[in-house]
T-cell receptor, first 111, second 113 residues
C-alpha cells in the first residue's frame, strides 16, 4: 500500500507563482525523495532529504521535512510552464526495502 | 546509449496471451524494479531484484513472473494477460552503493483487449 500521500491531487497556478505540494507518510523513514514525471515519460529524481535534515534547497526547489508530523513539502518558486508535470514523493523506510511512492500531485502552470 | 531502456514502448495484446516486457540497463546497478502506473493508484511495485538470480514480490505481483539471469536484464512476463493488466509499466534501477535516486526507464504502454 502507498506510504506517501500527496496533497493536493491537482494544482493549477499562473506562471511566476510558487507551487507547494505536500506529502504525508505513515512509518519512520531513512529519507524522503521527490520525483517529477512529464506526460508520457518515466520519473526523474529531483531531490532527497534525509531523516535528520529539516530543509534542503536545489535551484528553485525547496523541500522541508517534519518527522514529528510525518510530512514533507515541496516548494517550486517562480514556476514556469515547463514545470507542468506530476510530482511524486517516495519514502525510503529502512534496510533493503524498496521505495514506496505516493499517488502524485498533478501541477499545471499556465503561461 | 547508456542508461535504461524498455521494449516494446507500446504493445497491444489479447486476453490470455503471454507477453514479455523487456528492461535493459547499462550501468550494472544491482537493484532493478518493475512498477505499474494506473490512474488513481500512482506507482505500484510489482517485483524487484537485488541482484542476478534474486527476486522479490512487491505490492501487486499476481499474474506476473520475473527473472534475472543477468545483471543488466530484468524481463517481466504476463503469463496469461488480463484486461486489468492494461497499464503503463516502468522499469527502474538503483545503485545500492549510493542508495539514493532510482533511475526510471521510459515506460511500456500495454493494452490488453
Amino acid at each position: 500500500s502507498q506510504q506517501g500521500e500527496e496533497d493536493p491531487q491537482a494544482l493549477s497556478i499562473q506562471e511566476g507563482e510558487n507551487a507547494t505540494m505536500n506529502c504525508s507518510y505513515k512509518t519512520s523513514i531513512n529519507n524522503l525523495q521527490w520525483y517529477r514525471q512529464n506526460s508520457g515519460r518515466g520519473l526523474v529524481h529531483l531531490i532527497l532529504i534525509r531523516s535528520n535534515e529539516r530543509e534542503k534547497h536545489s535551484g528553485r526547489l525547496r523541500v522541508t521535512l517534519d518527522t514529528s508530523k510525518k510530512s514533507s513539502s515541496l516548494l517550486i518558486t517562480a514556476s514556469r510552464a515547463a514545470d507542468t508535470a506530476s510530482y511524486f514523493c517516495a519514502t525510503d523506510n529502512s534496510g533493503n526495502t524498496p521505495l514506496v511512492f505516493g499517488k502524485g500531485t498533478r501541477l499545471s502552470v499556465i503561461a | 546509449d547508456a542508461g535504461i531502456t524498455q521494449s516494446p514502448r507500446y504493445k497491444i495484446t489479447e486476453t490470455g496471451r503471454q507477453v514479455t516486457l523487456m528492461c535493459h540497463q547499462t550501468w550494472s546497478h544491482s537493484y532493478m524494479f518493475w512498477y505499474r502506473q494506473d490512474l488513481g493508484h500512482g506507482l505500484r511495485l510489482i517485483y524487484y531484484s537485488a541482484a542476478a538470480d534474486i527476486t522479490d514480490k512487491g505490492e501487486v505481483p499476481d499474474g506476473y513472473v520475473v527473472s534475472r539471469s543477468k545483471t543488466e536484464n530484468f524481463p517481466l512476463t504476463l503469463e496469461s494477460a488480463t484486461r486489468s493488466q492494461t497499464s503503463v509499466y516502468f522499469c527502474a534501477t538503483l545503485d545500492v552503493a549510493r542508495r539514493e535516486e532510482q533511475f526510471f526507464g521510459p515506460g511500456t504502454r500495454l493494452t490488453v483487449l
